[in-house]
């Protein structure tokens, strides 16, 4: 049987509504007892973010486990990517979070029994990633409007149960206002084209029709989404569109498909880039990659099949079929 470790990141707020009027440690003990009633026994410890990459240092040392669930968000598992990869390791996601993007692209259910209780009967699946300046992320990077996200989320992490999605969605609605025009220069897989935008989002993978969902996740290609700059009008359209999820159809939106992009910011030599969720000041020009099927993950059963025989366009009902996107190589 694979031994496995849960590393729970004790500020992630569902952890904070698990553990009710107790503490971190009660929190992790359910978990523990959680998995342990769907049949997976499982070694939990309480890791504070800044704390988590020498953990994971001293795990691919020992070698003592071959499966490695982080409990936290988004950019909890971003910054431990690099690490879970290099060990060669099996590697889950329980989603503690405020959007969980990989988690729900995964097929991980939202709600922590559901979760474990699927993670516990998962199986591994080679799946892609994208890269930052080098650095490994899993879902999505983007500057303009989606740095100024990356600060809503941080506005809706004291916040609890429906409160903290409300909370959000208004934040995102005013982060939005915030972002003014600005001048790029894409280099999309060779071709430079220049943009006026309010923002410029890179994602490992497409997303799909009307969700902030991917239908797949190992087509080994990123998608180049552009909010090009309009009137307040058509802002404030785009804005509701954004937090709603009808984006893709609006008219400010403009998409491409690549492997590769260079992301300049005129008159910038660094930039705010908001990546999985954390804020980071990049370089100039910022340097996405695709990373096709490197990373090993615990998927759960139905989604592995999915993953697996993707549904051909109007296959599986109710899945989701990404908009047909530009490409400008060649």
């Known amino acids: 049987m694979a031994r496995c470790l849960v590393l729970l990141n004790p500020r992630a707020g569902t952890l904070k509504d698990l553990a009710g009027d107790g503490d971190g440690a009660d929190a992790a003990e359910r978990v523990r007892k959680a998995f342990a009633a769907a049949g997976k026994d499982v070694d939990v410890r309480l890791v504070p973010p800044r704390d988590l990459g020498g953990v994971l240092d001293e795990l691919n040392a020992a070698d003592a486990h071959d499966e490695i669930i982080v409990g936290g968000g988004d950019g909890s598992l971003s910054r431990s990517l690099r690490k879970l990869v290099s060990s060669g390791k099996t590697f889950g996601v329980l989603p503690f979070g405020t959007m969980n993007l990989l988690a729900r692209d995964l097929g991980v259910p939202q709600q922590v029994e559901e979760a474990i209780s699927a993670l516990a009967r998962s199986e591994p699946q080679m799946i892609d990633l994208g890269s930052i300046n080098g650095r490994p992320f899993h ?50 897989d060779g071709a430079p084209i220049k943009v ?135």
Not at 253 to 272: D, L, Y
Not at 293 to 306: C, D, E, G, Y
């Open 139 to 188: 879902s999505i990077s983007g500057l303009g409007f989606f740095a100024q996200m990356a600060r809503a989320r941080e506005a809706a992490r004291g916040l609890k149960g429906f409160g903290r999605y409300a909370g959000f969605s208004f934040a995102a609605l005013r982060a939005f206002f915030r972002s003014g025009r600005s001048r790029y220069t894409l280099v999309i």
């Open 196 to 330: 006026d935008a309010t923002a410029v989002l890179v994602t490992n993978n497409a997303f799909g029709d009307g969700a902030w969902r991917r239908p797949r996740l190992d087509a080994a290609e990123l998608e180049i989404i552009v909010a090009h700059a309009g009137t307040m009008k058509e802002r404030l359209r785009l804005g509701l569109d954004v937090v709603a999820g009808g984006w893709r159809t609006n008219p400010l939106i403009e998409s491409f498909r690549a492997s590769k992009v260079e992301v300049t910011k005129s008159w910038r030599r660094r930039a705010w880039v908001a990546t999985d969720g954390e804020l980071t000041r990049e370089t100039m020009p910022v340097v996405y990659e695709t990373l096709p099927k490197v990373a090993r993950m615990m998927v759960p059963l139905r989604s592995a099949a999915i993953l697996a025989d993707p549904a051909p366009s109007g296959g599986e009902a109710g899945a989701e079929t990404p908009a047909p996107a530009r490409s400008v190589a060649g």
